[in-house]
């Protein structure tokens, strides 16, 4: 009984660890800005390190609990609108369109009580106490959509331990459907493919590319 019980605690452990995720598998081929990490924690640890940071912050976080989560951030667009003040000045609001992706290498249920609690928190602090939640499960995938005050939305899809986060529905959907092989990801970009391989020997926290299209917007 008990080597029994010791097998089942290992393959439990070894179930909830995998190989890492190639993020760049699940990012949309018309990507025009890309970030990722293979360690979330280890990354904004380093960020907070800054002396700029240490000046400017009341305390620093712990991320220790964000170690070894693998993270990329792809923009696909941007949106642009002007306010005009006077006949010579105007304000310029300037909003790139974004999804996070995280893979949690964890069971799908924590990777839920991570989007539900801290993710639901941050819209919380962030935005006030009046922001409304819907939840479900579309076709096998969990989503949760927060909606502010002032009628901003953000929005996260969970499926096994990936998370998905963003502030429009069609790039999480975008991504979705490349995971499922119904859409060409970052990979088909061989200009992004070149600037990878020139960073792989490199020992780096974090990789970021940005195309020609995404310069020029």
Do not use: M
């Not at 780096?204 to 310069?215: E, H, K, M, Q, V």
Request: glycine letters at 6%; charged letters at 25%; aromatic letters at 10%.
């Amino acid at each position: 009984v008990k080597s029994l019980v010791i097998l089942v605690l290992f393959l439990l452990l070894f179930s909830c660890q995998s190989q890492k995720t190639d993020l760049r598998s699940l990012a949309p081929a018309e990507t025009l800005v890309y970030l990722e990490t293979n360690n979330l924690g280890e990354t904004l640890k380093s960020l907070t390190q800054n002396k700029s940071f240490q000046e400017l912050a009341k305390n620093t976080p712990n991320f220790s609990a964000l170690n070894d989560i693998q993270a990329a951030v792809v923009v696909t667009g941007f949106e642009t609108s002007e306010k005009q003040v006077t006949d010579e000045s105007a304000i310029l609001n300037f909003k790139p369109r974004f999804a996070l992706i995280a893979d949690t290498h964890s069971w799908e249920s924590t990777a839920v009580s991570l989007v539900e609690n801290q993710i639901g928190r941050y819209v919380k602090e962030n935005y006030g106490e009046e922001v409304k939640i819907d939840k479900g499960e579309k076709n096998g995938v969990k989503f949760f959509h927060w909606t502010t005050k002032d009628n901003q939305k953000i929005y996260s899809s969970v499926t096994g331990g990936l998370i998905f986060v963003g502030n429009d529905e069609t790039i999480i959907d975008k991504c979705l459907a490349v995971k499922k092989g119904e859409a060409d990801n970052l990979l088909k970009n061989q200009e992004f493919v070149r600037s990878f391989e020139k960073s792989k020997d490199e020992k780096n926290l974090a990789f970021g590319y940005i195309s020609t299209d995404g310069i020029a917007q």
